[in-house]
T-cell receptor, first 111, second 114 residues
Framework: EDQVTQSPEALRLQEGESSSLNCSYT??????LFWYRQDPGKGPEFLFT???AGEEKEKERLKATLTKKESFLHITAPKPEDSATYLC????????????FGSGTRLSIRP | NAGVTQTPKFQVLKTGQSMTLQCAQD?????MYWYRQDPGMGLRLIYY???????DKGEVPNGYNVSRLNKREFSLRLESAAPSQTSVYFC?????????????FGPGTRLTVL
C-alpha cells in the first residue's frame, strides 16, 4: 500500500538550533514530492517540489533533499517565525492527479 | 488575484442537513481538489477534478458529491451530514507549467456536525 510517513510528529527547537524533518515514502514509482508549510487556522502554503533522487531546493533557511526512499527538510538557524506544521506529499507515476499527504511535523521554535 | 477562495469559513449543521461548500480559483488552473483535514491524520483527498468536465473519487468520497461547474469553480456537497464529517475542508488548485508542479490551497471551511 502506498504510504507517506513523517517524523517526528512534533519537534521543539531553540532559536538557532538547526535540525531536519523526515518524510519517508513507499510508493510504486514517484512522480514528485511536495513540501508545504501550514500555520494554525490556515491552508497549506507551497514550499518545494522535488522530482528525482539527488535533487535539492532551497528557500531562505529551508533546504529540501530527496533520495529514493525519503526526503528531508533541513532547517538552518531557525527563527520563531518558522514555527508551523510542515507537510510532505507525494504524487505517484501511476496516478498523475492523486496526491497523498503525510500527517505532518509540528515544529516549534523557542526564542 | 485572489488565488483560491472558499465559502463559508465556518458552518454548523445538524445531523441529516445538507450543504454545499463553494470553491473558486482565478489562476486558470485545470486541476482542482477537495481535501479534509482531521487532527493527526493529515490531508485526505475526497474528490478531484483533473480538468473541466471531469471528476474522480479520492481516498474518502463516501457521503460527498462534487460539481465542476466551470474551470473556475469546484463545489463539494454533503447530502445528509453526519458527525463523522466534522472536519476542516480545504480546496486546492494545481498548476503544471514549465516543469513546475504546485498546489495552491484556500483558507479552509471549518464544519461542525452536531
Amino acid at each position: 500500500e502506498d504510504q507517506v510517513t513523517q517524523s517526528p510528529e512534533a519537534l521543539r527547537l531553540q532559536e538557532g538550533e538547526s535540525s531536519s524533518l523526515n518524510c519517508s515514502y513507499t510508493v510504486s514509482g514517484l512522480r514528485g514530492l511536495f513540501w508545504y508549510r501550514q500555520d494554525p487556522g490556515k491552508g497549506p502554503e507551497f514550499l518545494f517540489t522535488l522530482y528525482s533522487a539527488g535533487e535539492e531546493k532551497e528557500k531562505e533557511r529551508l533546504k529540501a533533499t530527496l533520495t529514493k526512499k525519503e526526503s528531508f527538510l533541513h532547517i538552518t538557524a531557525p527563527k520563531p517565525e518558522d514555527s508551523a506544521t510542515y507537510l510532505c506529499a507525494v504524487l505517484r507515476e501511476s496516478s498523475a492527479s492523486k496526491i497523498i499527504f503525510g500527517s505532518g511535523t509540528r515544529l516549534s521554535i523557542r526564542p | 488575484n485572489a488565488g483560491v477562495t472558499q465559502t463559508p469559513k465556518f458552518q454548523v449543521l445538524k445531523t441529516g442537513q445538507s450543504m454545499t461548500l463553494q470553491c473558486a480559483q482565478d489562476m486558470n488552473h485545470n486541476s482542482m481538489y477537495w481535501y479534509r483535514q482531521d487532527p493527526g491524520m493529515g490531508l485526505r483527498l475526497i474528490y478531484y477534478s483533473a480538468s473541466e468536465g471531469t471528476t474522480d473519487k479520492g481516498e474518502v468520497p463516501n457521503g460527498y458529491n462534487v460539481s465542476r461547474l466551470n474551470k473556475r469553480e469546484f463545489s463539494l456537497r454533503l447530502e445528509s451530514a453526519a458527525p463523522s464529517q466534522t472536519s476542516v475542508y480545504f480546496c486546492a488548485s494545481r498548476m503544471l507549467a514549465g516543469g513546475t508542479d504546485t498546489q495552491y490551497f484556500g483558507p479552509g471551511t471549518r464544519l461542525t456536525v452536531l
